[in-house]
């Protein structure tokens, strides 16, 4: 039922004052009429959402307190904001960034591709290093059989260039006979170790002893340095059977180079009688016996002795190892 035709009036908070000062005043000469009282009162219900909806609450008629949104019986409460929240206070000063038109999707519902600052728009990484080392690792970073490398160029044809099989990675290995866990660092095909100390660079450890020994040759042998060696038997005077450790080579077609001063003692450099040191007869598998090679001492006299210095050095490649195109073989 409609009592009042009149249709009432949306002001601001300013406006509605006016009126109320205007339509209201005292009353001594009693001019308010009901009208005023109730065309004022129906002017504020109606005006309610502008005022508080209004511009001019941010500077005359702020909310001094926080506004709650709270759960009620059969519903619940909550801010439905469609054209954004605005944030004044923004850092940035502009109004893309004091709007924000997106509602927030959480920590797990962000989409790292959309982030700002990224050099690239594949870069979904979920763990952040700051560039410039101001802060420090606070644990362990688990890159387990990952590639580290640069981030490359594109190749004379146009193609992206490959990342994988570049750089080095962290290769986590069991031991299944002990239990024990331990990391291999593989360097990727063509690379290098290089060192800008020296200018110095290892393209490959093949250059590098995989097994070595210093011994006394006598009735009981006495070992002084060894590498990847696992055991000495004298078999007779000026000869002995040398046993590597497994796994220290691929095959037995390693490179071994010795040598024996020969005598009982090495008092001096020129403690040594000329002699030969011969090593051959390699045998093993490292599957049902250990790899050996005889290193036999024998002077120029062709009887065998005994040395207090006796060296071996051994190259060779460890199982599974390569070193590129085998060399040209000519027949002049």
Not at 77 to 103: A, C
Not at 109 to 115: P, Q, R, S, T, V
Not at 223 to 249: C, D, M, P, W
Request: net charge negative; aromatic share 10%.
């Amino acid at each position: 039922m409609t009592c009042d035709s009149r249709t009432p009036s949306q002001l601001n908070s300013g406006q509605l004052i006016d009126s109320i000062k205007c339509d209201l005043s005292d009353n001594n000469a009693g001019l308010i009429s009901a009208a005023d009282v109730r065309e004022n009162m129906e002017d504020i219900a109606f005006s309610i959402n502008k005022v508080v909806a209004s511009g001019d609450t941010e500077t005359a008629f702020p909310f001094f307190n926080a506004v709650r949104a709270t759960t009620i019986s059969g519903g619940s409460g909550m801010f439905i904001p469609e054209s954004g929240i605005s944030f004044p206070n923004s850092p940035v000063d502009s109004e893309k960034t004091k709007l924000q038109v997106r509602p927030w999707l959480g920590p797990e519902g962000i989409n790292h591709d959309e982030l700002s600052g990224r050099n690239s728009s594949d870069n979904a990484h979920t763990q952040y290093v700051p560039r410039t080392g101001s802060k420090k690792m606070q644990g362990n970073l688990g890159m387990d059989n990952n590639w580290i490398n640069s981030s490359g160029s594109v190749l004379e044809d146009g193609s992206p260039y490959s990342y994988s099989d570049r750089g080095f990675r962290f290769v986590s290995n069991l031991d299944s006979d002990t239990n024990y866990q331990y990391d291999d660092i593989e360097i990727g095909t063509s690379g290098s170790l290089k060192f800008n100390k020296d200018l110095s660079s290892t393209d490959s450890f093949h250059g590098v002893a995989k097994a070595w020994l210093r011994f006394t040759a006598s009735a009981t042998p006495e070992v002084l340095s060894y590498h990847n060696i696992s055991g000495i038997e004298r078999t007779a005077q000026g000869k002995y059977t040398i046993t590597f450790t497994s796994g220290t080579f691929m095959n037995n077609n390693y490179v071994a180079v010795a040598n024996s001063n020969a005598r009982s003692s090495a008092s001096n450099g020129d403690d040594f009688d000329l002699n030969t040191v011969g090593c051959f007869h390699r045998t093993g598998d490292d599957g049902t016996t250990l790899r050996t090679i005889s290193y036999h001492i024998q002077k120029d006299d062709n009887s065998f002795v005994d040395g207090s210095v006796c060296d071996l050095v051994c190259y060779g490649f460890e199982p599974g190892s390569r070193s590129g195109t085998p060399p040209t073989v000519t027949v002049s």
